[in-house]
């Protein structure tokens, strides 16, 4: 499959028709000649696979930015036209290809292009974005983990877009996202930053992810819970409510959520009262509970096993060892008459 090489130099300050039309031009070059020949047809089929409808609007805004990102190159001084026809151009090859030796590059395979052009809504922007975040992956553990704000400004960005640009690139199968549940245990309780990768790469982007985690004096972030709705359930509970009358389930789910409220309380000690005041919390007495739910072993009580079925007959022994079995009595039934 074709490599589109990308340099890391400058590309900062280039825009998302450039960085496209350069991966394009950079696929297309080759070095055996001194001139690429193409056309905006051949770079839009190269973009999405698939020759361009031109009755469509779509296809021919598409067309429009690639044409955009030709002239604003060329005024730049970073692609050579040397002769041009409408959309059919002549490009010298200086620049359309990167000095692996020399300078440091992004690799972007031609799928990858394909596949955010054929499925985005904005693929010039989303393809912009995955250059930019897979420029900072770590090249040995295929993993890295920038917070969302260092995204956000090394992508040129608002939060907002980076989380639309991850959810698109996450259902297309091209970037994993490994979200660690854990904070930061240094008094700033900032969250882990997420770690990122290629979702080809997805098994080595998860043992990263875990060997950065470990590197971090973190905790694990508790489930968000309503302390408030849990312990009114505590309270009903103890006064004897219909609703856990003789509904075990009900009692299980209720004695795990006062764990997590009392698991809660070694984090976050302090809880609001009616009139405004804080105040210590102070944990639910589970001794309230069954023990076997406390401890979640569930008790089988005799009654579960039903009503004895004791046998019409006392038989003896002796005759019972004499019945016939079940293959002796069916061989010696009498044939019923039909």
């Given at each position: 499959?074709?490599?589109?090489?990308?340099?890391?130099?400058?590309?900062?300050?280039?825009?998302?028709?450039?960085?496209?039309?350069?991966?394009?031009?950079?696929?297309?070059?080759?070095?055996?000649?001194?001139?690429?020949?193409?056309?905006?047809?051949?770079?839009?089929?190269?973009?999405?696979?698939?020759?361009?409808?031109?009755?469509?609007?779509?296809?021919?805004?598409?067309?429009?930015?690639?044409?955009?990102?030709?002239?604003?190159?060329?005024?730049?001084?970073?692609i050579k036209i040397i002769n041009q026809s409408g959309e059919n151009y002549v490009f010298s090859n200086d620049g359309l290809?990167?000095?692996?030796?020399?300078?440091?590059?992004?690799?972007?395979?031609?799928?990858?292009?394909?596949?955010?052009?054929?499925?985005?809504?904005?693929?010039?922007?989303?393809?912009?974005?995955?250059?930019?975040?897979?420029?900072?992956?770590?090249?040995?553990?295929?993993?890295?983990?920038?917070?969302?704000?260092?995204?956000?400004?090394?992508?040129?960005?608002?939060?907002?877009?980076?989380?639309?640009?991850?959810?698109?690139?996450?259902?297309?199968?091209?970037?994993?996202?490994?979200?660690?549940?854990?904070?930061?245990?240094?008094?700033?309780?900032?969250?882990?930053?997420n770690s990122y990768g290629r979702y080809a790469d997805k098994d080595s982007v998860i043992k990263a992810a875990q060997e950065?985690?470990?590197?971090?004096?973190?905790?694990?972030?508790?489930?968000?819970?309503?302390?408030?709705?849990?312990?009114?359930?505590?309270?009903?509970?103890?006064?004897?409510?219909?609703?856990?009358?003789?509904?075990?389930?009900?009692?299980?789910?209720?004695?795990?959520?006062?764990?997590?409220?009392?698991?809660?309380?070694?984090?976050?000690?302090?809880?609001?009262?009616?009139?405004?005041?804080?105040?210590?919390?102070?944990?639910?007495?589970?001794?309230?509970?069954?023990?076997?739910?406390?401890?979640?072993?569930?008790?089988?009580?005799?009654?579960?096993?039903?009503?004895?079925?004791?046998?019409?007959?006392?038989?003896?022994?002796?005759?019972?060892?004499?019945?016939?079995?079940?293959?002796?009595?069916?061989?010696?039934?009498?044939?019923?008459?039909?």
């Open positions: 499959m074709l490599k589109l090489f990308i340099s890391k130099s400058g590309n900062y300050e280039l825009n998302e028709q450039e960085i496209t039309v350069l991966a394009i031009l950079n696929g297309l070059a080759e070095k055996k000649h001194d001139v690429l020949l193409t056309s905006v047809s051949i770079m839009g089929y190269v973009a999405c696979g698939r020759f361009l409808n031109k009755a469509e609007k779509k296809d021919r805004t598409l067309c429009d930015n690639i044409r955009m990102g030709i002239q604003s190159l060329a005024d730049k001084g970073i290809e990167v000095d692996t030796e020399k300078e440091k590059f992004i690799v972007v395979e031609l799928w990858e292009l394909q596949k955010i052009f054929s499925e985005s809504n904005k693929p010039f922007n989303v393809f912009t974005f995955f250059v930019g975040l897979v420029g900072t992956i770590n090249n040995k553990t295929k993993e890295w983990h920038m917070s969302q704000d260092e995204i956000a400004t090394n992508c040129r960005c608002s939060k907002r877009t980076v989380n639309s640009y991850l959810e698109q690139l996450e259902a297309m199968h091209l970037i994993y996202v490994y979200r660690h549940k854990k904070r930061r245990a240094d008094g700033t309780y900032h969250k882990l930053n950065y985690a470990n590197t971090v004096e973190c905790e694990d972030i508790l489930t968000k819970i309503d302390r408030r709705a849990i312990k009114l359930r505590y309270n009903a509970f103890c006064d004897g409510a219909k609703k856990y009358q003789d509904n075990p389930d009900a009692v299980i789910a209720l004695c795990n959520e006062c764990k997590l409220y009392n698991k809660s309380l070694e984090v976050k000690p302090v809880e609001g009262s009616c009139d405004g005041e804080w105040k210590q919390g102070e944990p639910l007495d589970l001794s309230v509970f069954p023990d076997d739910v406390v401890n979640g072993v569930p008790k089988i009580s005799d009654d579960q096993w039903g009503e004895p079925d004791s046998m019409e007959h006392d038989f003896s022994v002796e005759e019972i060892l004499d019945m016939p079995t079940m293959g002796e009595v069916q061989i010696n039934q009498p044939k019923r008459c039909r």
